[in-house]
């Protein structure tokens, strides 16, 4: 069974760091493109960043770009977002998500929720 | 920036057809995706590449395509199929790789 499970949010303050991990199992997690995307709470989807799948190209949305970086270990199935300087805005629910030729996002990960407040 | 539109909500009976819509300059040059999402829960993939429906989908949800409007469409809507459905595509140009509409909330009456 194809499965992706975040870990790392919690509460941060402004201007504070955090990092998000992604565990996949169930698929060869070096042979496909992944993506973060997060959902503020109430709001919709937003995309964050991707990555290909051996980690040498990657895209940011203009709200994080210079502020979050995305990277993956092949070799431990795992897929990071490194979160700097971060905001109020950036609270929200982070979900990690493998990119298929049949779609590219599918499936999603359950989600980490990441709180920026004093 | 590229905005994908999307109506906020629609309602229908059970046993009705419900139809979202999604619209944007690009659609006819870029497939188009849909993603159901429930409460609490993380989105699923119900349409892909326009009208294409993935293994495990009912055969209820339908995604169809005209022009600069795509349409998700659920027949016989069941209780079950009340959230929120997201559509999911691209610009033309490359500068927005990955853009989600704003999202329909779906209300089984």
């Known amino acids: 069974e194809v499965q992706l499970v975040e870990s790392g949010g919690g509460l941060v303050q402004p201007g504070g760091s955090l990092r998000l991990s992604c565990a996949a199992s169930?698929?060869?997690?070096?042979?496909?493109?992944m993506h973060w995307v997060r959902q503020a709470p109430g709001k919709g989807l937003v995309w964050v960043s991707r990555i290909n799948s051996d980690g040498s190209s990657t895209s940011y949305a203009d709200s994080v770009k210079g502020r979050f970086t995305i990277s993956r270990d092949n070799a431990k199935n795992t897929l990071y977002l490194q979160m700097n300087s971060l905001r109020a805005e950036d609270t929200a629910v982070y979900y990690c998500a493998r990119d298929t030729a049949v779609a590219p996002f599918d499936p999603w990960g359950q989600g980490t929720l990441v709180t920026v407040s004093s | 920036s590229y905005e994908l539109t999307q109506p906020p909500s629609v309602s229908v009976s059970p046993g009705q057809t419900a139809r979202i819509t999604c619209s944007a300059d690009?659609?006819?040059?870029?497939?188009a995706y849909w993603y159901q999402q429930k409460p609490g829960q993380a989105p699923v993939l119900v349409i892909y590449?326009?009208?294409e429906r993935p293994s495990g989908i009912p055969e209820r949800f339908s995604g169809s395509s005209s022009g600069t409007t795509v349409t998700l469409t659920i027949s016989g809507v069941q209780a079950e199929d009340e959230a929120d459905y997201y559509c999911?595509?691209?610009?033309?140009?490359?500068?927005?790789?990955?853009?989600f509409g704003g999202g329909t909330k779906l209300t089984v009456l």
């Open positions: 999911q595509s691209a610009d033309s140009s490359g500068t927005y790789p990955v853009v």
């Open positions: 169930g698929f060869t997690f070096s042979s496909y493109w």
């Open positions: 690009a659609l006819p040059k870029q497939y």
């Open positions: 590449k326009d009208s």
